[in-house]
């Protein structure tokens, strides 16, 4: 058996891991889409490292972007086999992949308007909202902790990870010539407190693990001083200063966490008088399938249920789903928060509040995750004094905060209070992906202390065997 890694290798995004069997059966697990490189996106999306036709089966971790949005791609380029994920992530991809094609179609639009000036031809995009509806016909859903035969030797098993709805472990269970090796991939680690979301649940021992390294050298603030230093921008910004509260983030995960906060400060009396707006169809149409998966919620979201029916609604919370809406906010003069995608301020929405409040120092920006080194988010966040903005320079007047607890990702600690469900002795190797360089070489530092004898970092497109 061969494990190739062809994404999220010394980076964040773009996540995709080949396994080929003995037999020369192709597993892969993601098939995540490079986000925040700019022009290089569209040739690292469109250039796979593998062919399409000879994947026969697919295994989601979840329902992320940077997981699932090339599963459309890759369909329309000859993909037949199965998608194997969990309910939740299926419902999700449903909405998610639907609008990453909306999006690929509107943006190449507007590129082929700029093309048209310098004289080049038009390009297509990778996927359109069909191709992604289209896609949908491969998906098998399936529940957590239940092994399921993929194929001949091969029985894969979702473990909760705490994450996003529906997030998983993807535990491999995999037979051939009289052995068997057992392999988990973790996805994206979520955190032991989320405010939502079940916690991570320990996984079945394992040969080989495949794990994320996002935060894999930081550490979150607590939860508590979180919702403490959230109320009080919110108060500095809106009651204070009188100025917008711009929250870029994503669509899915991120935005019911901080909707779920807000609700229940406004619950408790603490909230301010103040219109919020989450500007966002897409976290419109997610938060309605989290209403659906109650299975995902923790003890605490479920013993809230009983005395608020709604944990994501609340009097003064407006979910805007049209463009013409979405606009009038950026008129208006009074006091408000605004949450909206992309979460690392790369796209939608969020972009057009950007550029009309980034520059009034009555306003604040809230970065509420991680953001890739090369994004917009990016830049405002180390400080930057102007940016682009849809070709226009912009002056960074507005506050700029950061809040890490919203993250969905485990910090480093996290982590290996995550892995502690193994015995080390018996695990073989450890191949870091999904994080960046620095952070993965920290990390692995981090697991060598620990007792993990073999950690690798993999390089784009380097092959282990079994």
Sequence with gaps: MKIQFLGAVREVTGSKH???????KKILLDCGMYQGKGLETDAMNRNLGFSPR???????????IDHSGLIPYIAKQGFEGSIITTFASRDLCSIMLADCGKIQEYDTITHNKKRARQHLPPVEPIYTMADAEQSMQ??????????????KGVKVTFTNTGHLLGAGVVNLQIKEDGKTTRIAFTGDVGRPLNRILRPPQPFPQVDYIICESTYGNRLHESEVVAEDKLLEIIRKTCVEKGGKLIIPS???GRTQEIIYSLNNFYNKGKLPKIKVFVDSPLAVNATNIFRLHLECFNVKV?????????????NDLHYTQNVADSKKLNEMNEPCIIISASGMMEAGRVKHHLANNISNPKNTVLAVGYCSPSTLGARILRGDQSVSIFGQMHLVRADVEQIDSYSGHADYKELLQFLDCQDKELVKRVFLVHGDLDSQQFFSEQLNDNGYANVEIPEFGQVFET
């Design 250 to 252: 994503f669509s899915i």
């Design 18 to 24: 080949l396994i080929t069997l003995n037999n020369g």
């Design 302 to 314: 479920l013993a809230n249920l009983e005395n608020d029916p709604d944990p994501f609604g609340f």
């Design 138 to 151: 491969y998906f098998i859903g399936i529940p957590y902790n239940k092994p399921f035969r993929v194929t």
């Design 54 to 64: 000879d994947i026969d089966y697919l295994i989601l971790s979840h329902a992320h």
